[in-house]
């Protein structure tokens, strides 16, 4: 007889020699790993805002991949075959794949529409602030210099002063766009006194 922990043991290895539970961990496993490596850019000591919109299209691109890919659900058949000698039990029948491939699609455009909804309003504020990266300020000499960062600057004024109207909100936009060029000459200062070598290290795509 089997003991109370000896049967749920054989219950639960009995529930986990199917292709459905199999498949859902290729599953898994496939898609967590991409959801990870965007979490991570949100996470990073020294966050880069140019690069939170990227990242975000970049992991829906492979995403989508995965979602029109059949090789997730091929790999696992050819995988379950090799097996069949060591686990009769264990089969890949052609409802089961079925199932998967649902699930697989549901999963997958679930996360899609859940990243756009989390990020579609507040992709491009949180992409202004890669103004105020150092490296990317253009140097005082060159033509970009003036106008560099209004775009993202007017983002930031309608995201700051939302809830204001008339001529409050005309003077903070104004304030605003005067401190940003104040601070686009100290950063060019600073800048001139960093040393190459710590700009190339904090910025190295930029040299």
Same mark, same amino acid.
């Given at each position: 007889m089997f003991?109370?922990?000896?049967?749920?043991?054989?219950g639960l290895?009995?529930?986990?020699?199917?292709?459905?539970?199999?498949?859902?961990?290729?599953?898994?496993?496939?898609v967590?790993?991409?959801l990870?490596?965007?979490?991570?850019t949100f996470q990073?000591?020294?966050?880069?805002?140019?690069q939170?919109?990227?990242?975000?299209? #970049?992991?829906? =691109?492979i995403?989508?991949?995965?979602?029109?890919?059949?090789?997730?659900?091929?790999?696992?058949?050819?995988?379950i075959d090799?097996l069949t000698a060591?686990?009769?039990?264990?089969?890949?029948?052609?409802?089961?794949?079925?199932?998967?491939?649902?699930l697989?699609?549901?999963?997958?455009?679930? =996360?899609?529409?859940?990243?756009e909804d989390?990020? &579609?309003?507040?992709k491009?504020?949180?992409?202004?602030f890669?103004i105020f990266?150092?490296?990317?300020v253009?140097?005082?000499?060159?033509?970009a210099?003036?106008?560099?960062g209004?775009i993202?600057?007017?983002?930031?004024?309608?995201?700051?002063?939302?809830? #204001?109207?008339?001529d409050c909100?005309?003077?903070?936009?104004?304030?605003l766009? &005067?401190?940003?060029?104040?601070?686009?000459?100290?950063?060019?200062?600073?800048?001139?006194? #960093? $040393?190459?070598?710590?700009i190339?290290?904090a910025? $190295?795509?930029?040299?």
């Open positions: 003991s109370d922990s000896q049967a749920t043991v054989a290895l009995k529930k986990m020699q199917n292709a459905k539970f199999v498949g859902i961990l290729y599953i898994l496993g496939e967590l790993p991409i990870s490596e965007l979490s991570l990073s000591g020294n966050l880069n805002f140019s939170i919109g990227p990242s975000i299209e #970049m992991a829906k =691109l995403l989508s991949k995965v979602l029109e890919d059949k090789s997730l659900l091929e790999k696992l058949q050819r995988d090799s060591m686990l009769s039990e264990l089969t890949f029948p052609r409802n089961v794949y079925d199932q998967l491939e649902g697989l699609r549901k999963y997958i455009s679930s =996360l899609l529409q859940n990243i989390r990020f &579609a309003e507040s491009q504020t949180l992409q202004a890669s990266d150092p490296c990317n253009p140097k005082e000499n060159e033509p210099f003036l106008t560099y209004d993202h600057i007017a983002t930031l004024a309608d995201f700051l002063y939302d809830g #204001m109207d008339g909100r005309i003077r903070e936009e104004a304030k766009k &005067a401190r940003w060029m104040t601070l686009k000459f100290l950063i060019k200062d600073v800048l001139e006194d #960093m $040393p190459a070598e710590l190339k290290e910025n $190295p795509g930029q040299m």
